[in-house]
């Protein structure tokens, strides 16, 4: 049986998507009248195929059902707890409180050192703070859910003070329900709740809201060769799979987002082809995250032109990213990035 994928494209910002919309020439995006869409893209297994909507009606029955349930999905606005969708993208601003971390490792963990980072953060435009304490760079080693709370702990005391939304970085279930305790908004777990079993059901005992992220493999593994039958829908499947999972086990809200987790046991052919087909994501009915902030890929890319905070790349991949309607994006250099999109905002979406 073959199964029938839609990705929205061809967009449309601004006032010229206002006046699209208007005239019934393009469909708004996740709601907002500020970014809408004309063109969908058919995809199977095996072929591809982009329509204008208008020829939507044209398509046989079943594809033509298929289009429509998705295109409600796409078009409906995202509700979140906390969250306004309709002012994209969110800006998920990093707090790396290990010692390892493939970017900034050891620059956050001394004494208070964390807590001033935050705040930072919080002043450039972070309305998200992601806390962690073990580092999942590739071929990270596992570390004791003891020395993770350790780590992080103190700050994450401190950090409430700023008022904004507690992301806790984290694959245990030990350190979600301390963190939960300490009222995280919440959970971040890159193995996308596969790494501890308990994990399921801490979401479904809380009750919190919570990112499904795509990760193949484990931290020490992911890179050594990823493969993949197709990388865009086998994670699309894989995220649709993890719902149907969530859902039998008893949580039914709708805080979720989606990340399909550039990097994590992927090469460069598979986070080029994820970022370039990513509105597909948007036909899954939740708000979509990307983590892109100083990754490999922008090295592979770049090649002699690499820089320590490949903060060019990130920039760039960022403005694509809100570009295709993504509604968070986890970032180190926030005000740089936020000072990006403001200016791009300006003469795009006016």
């Known amino acids: 049986m073959i199964k029938y994928y839609t990705r929205a494209c061809n967009f ?24 809408s869409f004309d063109n969908i893209e058919i995809i199977t297994r095996k072929y591809k195929k982009k329509i204008h909507i208008s020829e939507i009606k044209k398509q046989n029955l079943k594809i033509k059902k298929k289009i429509k349930e ?14 306004n969708f309709l002012h994209f993208p969110i800006l998920m601003g990093v707090i790396n409180l290990t010692p390892d971390s493939f970017s900034d490792g050891g620059k956050y963990n001394k004494k208070n050192s964390g807590f001033n980072h935050a705040k930072y953060l919080a002043q450039k435009g972070s309305d ?23 780590r992080i702990n103190s700050t994450l005391k401190q950090i409430k003070k700023l008022k904004k939304i507690i992301s806790l970085d984290t694959r245990k279930s030990w350190i979600m329900e301390k963190g939960i ?14 790494h501890d079993s308990k994990t399921s059901y ?52 709708n805080n979720i987002i989606l990340d399909p987790g550039i990097g994590f046991g992927k ?4 986070n080029m082809t994820l ?11 939740f708000p979509i995250m990307l983590g892109i902030s100083r990754k490999r890929f922008i090295k592979d890319l770049s090649g002699n032109n690499d820089s320590k905070e490949r903060l060019g790349g990130t ?34 979406f006016k």
Request: aromatic share 8%; proline share 3%.
């Open 12 to 35: 449309y910002y601004g006032s010229s998507s206002k006046e699209k919309i208007k005239k019934k020439l393009s469909l708004p995006l996740n709601g907002n009248n500020l970014i």
């Open 70 to 83: 998705d295109i409600n999905l796409i078009t409906k606005k995202k509700k979140f707890k906390g969250l």
């Open 128 to 150: 998200i703070l992601d806390i962690g304490g073990e580092s999942t760079r590739p071929g990270a080693n596992d570390v004791a859910a003891s020395i993770e709370w350790k």
């Open 181 to 194: 305790k300490q009222k995280v908004n919440l959970i971040n777990d890159v193995s996308g709740f596969e």
């Open 202 to 253: 801490v979401l479904k005992k809380s009750k919190i809201p919570f990112v499904i992220h795509h990760m193949k493999g484990t931290p020490k593994t992911m890179q050594k060769n990823p493969q993949y039958k197709n990388v865009l829908l086998d994670i699309y499947d894989f995220f649709e799979n993890k719902i149907k999972e969530m859902r039998y086990l008893g949580i039914k809200h």
């Open 267 to 270: 090469n460069l052919k598979h």
């Open 275 to 285: 970022l370039s087909n990513v509105s597909i994501f948007h036909s899954l009915g």
């Open 315 to 348: 920039i760039s991949s960022s403005l694509f990213a809100m570009s295709q309607g993504i509604q968070i994006i986890r970032i180190h250099n926030i005000n740089e990035v936020n000072q990006s999109i403001k200016v791009f905002k300006s003469l795009n």
